[in-house]
């Protein structure tokens, strides 16, 4: 059977559905990343569906072959459920573009699909995307931007993510990312809300308990040796406040917000503790030894593996001469 892929341009921009560009103002891009563009105007970028070929077999990765590995791996209930979904889509996709009614049932289901057979080279690689600056608008009504939603969806196109929180999450960003307006939106206020939390608590401890601050500041910064006792709370609350929104050390800005949360969180006598590690191991009064261990310089005590071990080792009443050793060390550099 021949047949010509008809491809719609939707513009109706009410669609709550599009491919956008994924950009992060905290990385670098060619300045690109100052204009909220993830390309220079005019640039697109066209993909092709991807496929996999094993021992001679290709297969699409279409979000809609029901003999996709991942599918054939899930738990016996959950597949049965995924492999009606996408038999019901397939179907329903049959019918529009081939008239051709099929039976979600039947045992020869897949010998009776005409276009979406898994091995169908001629049709699959019809399918790809062409991205720029501008949201490409998907229409679920459109039958091949339905295809491509699933396709997307399935990793079908490396450019572009899955949501902008599965764009967010990779360690190399892609250039773009499907945006369902409900999840990105719910994605964009979850940060918000962590970073004006975080802001409302750095406020608080301003006001109210400055030597929290100066351990926080100590225990969230990398640069922690900066902080002494006779440091201004102005200057602290400015390195905290650029720390929360992703301008200091700490990059990720959700990531800086829940630090700094996790920090404000942290009882006094841990934050000290935890302050008084950090500053020991940048001065070398405990110290890493090539078995892996962390041990105190001056006694050779073995402290533990990490620093949540070493911090338990010196809340311990029985190892209170070592806490007393390196925080009288590091207390002479915090005043000096």
């Not at 962590?194 to 030597?211: I, M, P, R, V, Y």
């Not at 402290?303 to 002479?332: A, H, W």
């Amino acid at each position: 059977m021949e047949f010509t892929q008809v491809e719609v341009l939707n513009t109706n921009k009410s669609n709550k559905i599009s491919i956008k560009p994924y950009f992060d103002n905290s990385m670098s891009n060619m300045g690109l990343e100052h204009y909220g563009q993830s390309l220079f105007d005019g640039v697109k970028h066209f993909e092709q569906l991807a496929c996999l070929e094993q021992n001679g077999v290709v297969r699409y990765v279409t979000g809609l072959n029901e003999f996709a590995p991942e599918i054939r791996l899930l738990p016996s209930e959950e597949k049965a459920a995924k492999v009606r979904e996408i038999r019901k889509a397939v179907a329903e996709l049959e019918k529009e573009l081939a008239a051709n009614v099929l039976d979600i049932e039947s045992p020869t289901f897949w010998n009776e699909v005409k276009l979406l057979k898994p091995d169908n080279k001629e049709f699959w690689n019809k399918i790809n995307i062409s991205c720029g600056n501008e949201p490409v608008f998907l229409d679920p009504a459109n039958p091949y931007d339905r295809i491509k939603l699933y396709a997307v969806e399935a990793g079908g196109f490396s450019l572009v993510a899955r949501s902008y929180d599965d764009a967010r999450s990779k360690a190399v960003p892609p250039k773009f990312y499907l945006d369902k307006v409900e999840q990105t939106v719910g994605v964009k206020t979850e940060y918000k809300k962590l970073k004006n939390k975080a802001l409302a608590e750095l406020q608080k401890l301003f006001d109210k308990n400055s030597t929290k601050l100066f351990y926080i500041a100590k225990a969230v910064d990398t640069a922690s040796v900066q902080y002494k006792k006779y440091t201004p709370n102005d200057i602290i609350y400015d390195n905290m406040d650029r720390h929360i929104n992703g301008e200091g050390t700490e990059g990720n800005k959700e990531r800086a917000a829940k630090g700094f949360l996790e920090a404000a969180g942290l009882d006094m006598e841990t934050l000290k503790i935890k302050a008084i590690v950090k500053d020991s191991i940048f001065f070398k009064y405990i110290i890493n030894k090539s078995d892996g261990h962390i041990y105190h310089t001056k006694t050779n005590s073995l402290l533990g593996r990490n620093v949540s071990d070493v911090i338990e080792f010196l809340k311990n009443p029985l190892n209170e001469d070592i806490l007393k050793d390196l925080n009288t060390q590091v207390e002479k550099l915090w005043n000096m």
